[in-house]
C-alpha cells in the first residue's frame, strides 16, 4: 500500500539528548514537510524538502535539523537546543507538478522526560 | 507564517444534524484542503479544491473553494458517532501550506 511511515508512534526522551524521527514514503512525491502541532494550535512548518539534497528551513526550524539524502526519506533530528521538544510531530509529502494535495504520515509523539 | 481563521473552535450536536464550518484568510489561496484528524493520529485528506467557486462532494461532506478565494466552507450532513474528530482547513499558495486551527466536532447520540 502507498503511504507515508512515521516511526517510532510514541519516543521518550532525557534533556539532552539528541533523537531522530523517521519518515519514509514511497508516494514517489517529490516534496516533503516537518510539522509540529502543539494543543489549541494550527501545524507550524519546521522544514521542508522539494528535491533531494535540497532542503529549507520553515517558521520555528531552530533546535531542529534534517537530512534529504534519498526522496523516499526525510528524517527529523530534534536537538538538545530545542527548547521545548515535548510536541506532536507530523511529516507529509506532496507531489508538487500536479494537485496540490498534501498527505500525512500517523505522527510521532515525543516527550522529553 | 500566517494561520488561518477557522471556525467554529468547536461544536456539539446531536446525531443526525448538519455541520458547518469555515476557514478564512487575508490572503489568496489556489487549493484549499479539508482534513480530519483523530486524537494521537495523523489528519486524514477529505476534500481538495482547485477553483474558485469549486463544489466539490465526498460522500455526506461537501466543500466549496470561496469565489474570493479567500475562504472555504465544509459541511457534514446527518452527522454520526464516527464524525468525531478535529477538522481543520489549509491553503496552498506557491509552495507553501497554511493551517487553520481546527474545528472539534462532538456527536451526541
Known amino acids: 500500500d502507498g503511504g507515508i511511515t512515521q516511526s517510532p508512534k510514541y519516543l521518550f526522551r532525557k534533556e539532552g539528548q539528541n533523537v531522530t524521527l523517521s519518515c519514509e514514503q514511497n508516494?514517489?512525491?517529490?516534496?516533503m514537510y516537518w510539522y509540529r502541532q502543539d494543543p489549541g494550535q494550527g501545524l507550524r512548518l519546521i522544514y521542508y524538502?522539494?528535491?533531494?539534497?535540497?532542503?529549507q528551513k520553515g517558521d520555528i526550524a531552530e533546535g531542529y535539523s534534517v537530512s534529504r539524502e534519498k526522496k523516499e526519506s526525510f528524517p527529523l533530528t530534534v536537538t538538545s537546543a530545542q527548547k521545548n521538544p515535548t510536541a506532536f510531530y507530523l511529516c507529509?509529502?506532496?507531489?508538487?507538478?500536479?494537485?496540490?494535495?498534501?498527505?500525512f504520515g500517523e505522527g510521532s509523539r515525543l516527550t522529553v522526560l | 507564517g500566517q494561520q488561518l481563521n477557522q471556525s467554529p473552535q468547536s461544536m456539539f450536536i446531536q446525531e443526525g444534524e448538519d455541520v458547518s464550518m469555515n476557514c478564512t484568510s487575508s490572503?489568496?489561496?489556489?487549493?484549499w484542503l479539508w482534513y480530519k484528524q483523530d486524537p494521537g493520529e495523523g489528519p486524514v485528506l477529505l476534500i481538495a479544491?482547485?477553483?474558485?467557486?469549486e463544489l466539490t462532494s465526498n460522500g455526506r461532506l461537501t466543500a466549496q473553494f470561496g469565489i474570493t478565494r479567500k475562504d472555504s466552507f465544509l459541511n457534514i450532513s446527518a452527522s454520526i458517532p464516527s464524525d468525531v474528530g478535529i477538522y481543520f482547513c489549509?491553503?496552498?499558495?506557491?509552495?507553501?501550506?497554511?493551517f487553520g486551527t481546527g474545528t472539534s466536532l462532538t456527536v451526541i447520540p
Open positions: 479544491l482547485y477553483k474558485a467557486g
Open positions: 508516494l514517489n512525491h517529490d516534496a
Open positions: 524538502s522539494q528535491i533531494v539534497n535540497d532542503f
Open positions: 507529509a509529502s506532496g507531489d508538487r507538478s500536479n494537485t496540490g494535495e498534501l498527505f
Open positions: 490572503s489568496i489561496f489556489n487549493t
Open positions: 489549509a491553503g496552498l499558495v506557491g509552495n507553501q501550506f497554511y
